[in-house]
């Protein structure tokens, strides 16, 4: 079995690492046009990197990494491993098979079908990628009259950035002229960026509360607190015995001072 993924890697990873390689190609109809531009625009770019169209065709192959588009590529191999001639000799004669298996059969229709529906809208855009597909459906549609690519283009607008530029009171566009919609639909969007950018750094350098570092205090639950011990009882001391006429004042409750001392 011919060991393709070898060599397509060696076009794909170990000489080119310069430049921002296009993303990898699914082989779906909408995302062809922009695949090929981009490995377009690398040839361009890098030109001096490849030393003849095949190697061209070798890098872009190297990107078809789905089952659908790897079964296309893995068939031209075949035919190079039975004939020892790879069948697509030139980058014109790729681009034009690339074109017929990969890119809508009617581009038109599918243009103006989505420019007359909603799908081309902006949501959540910005003004630059809403702007590069609004004008690629332009160009596939055929639209030409400034008036109707005005209207087109106000409506995929969020509806915030329409109303400011056809509510602006001094220097609105007027209703023909496509460039200067363009201009202000990306000067206000530039500017939400650019102010959103500084609130959320305001935010993230808002200081929190510092909480209170002091112990808490620890509930008197916790303690085992001892009762005080009871005062000692001392022992009563045990009277005089008292004989004769000391017994008699004693019983009768009354103490005579002048008594004579026991002796």
């Known amino acids: 079995?011919?060991?393709?993924?070898?060599?397509?890697?060696?076009?794909?990873?170990?000489?080119?690492?310069?430049?921002?390689?296009?993303?990898?190609?699914?082989?779906?109809?909408t995302s062809g046009r922009a695949f090929l531009?981009?490995?377009?625009?690398?040839?361009?770019?890098?030109?001096?990197?490849?030393?003849c169209d095949e190697?061209?065709?070798?890098?872009?192959?190297?990107?078809?990494?789905?089952?659908?588009?790897?079964?296309?590529s893995e068939n031209l191999f075949c035919q190079?491993?039975?004939?020892?001639?790879?069948?697509?000799?030139?980058?014109a004669d790729f681009e034009q098979q690339f074109w017929s298996q990969f890119f809508p059969v009617n581009i038109e229709a599918d243009a103006v079908n989505a420019l007359e529906g909603s799908v081309y809208y902006q949501e959540n855009?910005?003004?630059?990628?809403?702007?590069?597909?609004?004008?690629?459906l332009v160009s596939d549609a055929g639209y030409t009259d400034p008036?109707?690519?005005?209207?087109?283009?106000?409506?995929?607008?969020?509806?915030?950035?329409?109303?400011?530029?056809a509510t602006t009171p001094f220097g609105r566009p007027a209703d023909t002229d496509l460039e200067a919609w363009y201009a202000a639909a990306q000067r206000i969007d530039?500017?939400?960026?650019?102010?959103?950018?500084?609130?959320?750094?305001?935010?993230?350098?808002?200081?929190a509360p510092v909480c209170s570092t002091l112990p808490r205090p620890t509930p008197l639950s916790m303690?085992?607190?001892?009762?005080?011990?009871?005062?000692?009882?001392?022992?009563?001391?045990?009277?005089?015995?008292?004989?004769?006429?000391?017994?008699?004042h004693l019983s009768e409750g009354v103490i005579d001072a002048k008594s004579p001392a026991i002796s």
């Open 125 to 136: 855009q910005t003004v630059d990628n809403y702007l590069d597909s609004f004008l690629s």
């Open 1 to 29: 079995m011919l060991d393709i993924s070898f060599k397509l890697n060696v076009y794909s990873t170990v000489r080119f690492r310069v430049l921002t390689s296009p993303p990898d190609f699914s082989g779906e109809q």
């Open 80 to 91: 190079e491993a039975d004939t020892s001639i790879f069948p697509i000799q030139s980058w």
């Open 190 to 207: 530039q500017a939400w960026l650019t102010n959103e950018a500084f609130q959320s750094t305001l935010r993230s350098t808002t200081t």
């Open 55 to 72: 190697e061209k065709i070798f890098w872009t192959l190297a990107f078809f990494k789905d089952r659908c588009v790897m079964r296309w």
């Open 223 to 248: 303690f085992h607190l001892s009762q005080p011990a009871p005062p000692p009882v001392l022992p009563r001391p045990t009277p005089p015995v008292l004989s004769g006429r000391h017994a008699l």
């Open 147 to 165: 008036r109707t690519l005005v209207v087109k283009f106000c409506r995929g607008l969020r509806t915030n950035i329409q109303s400011q530029i």
């Open 37 to 51: 531009n981009s490995c377009t625009l690398y040839l361009h770019l890098a030109l001096e990197q490849f030393s």
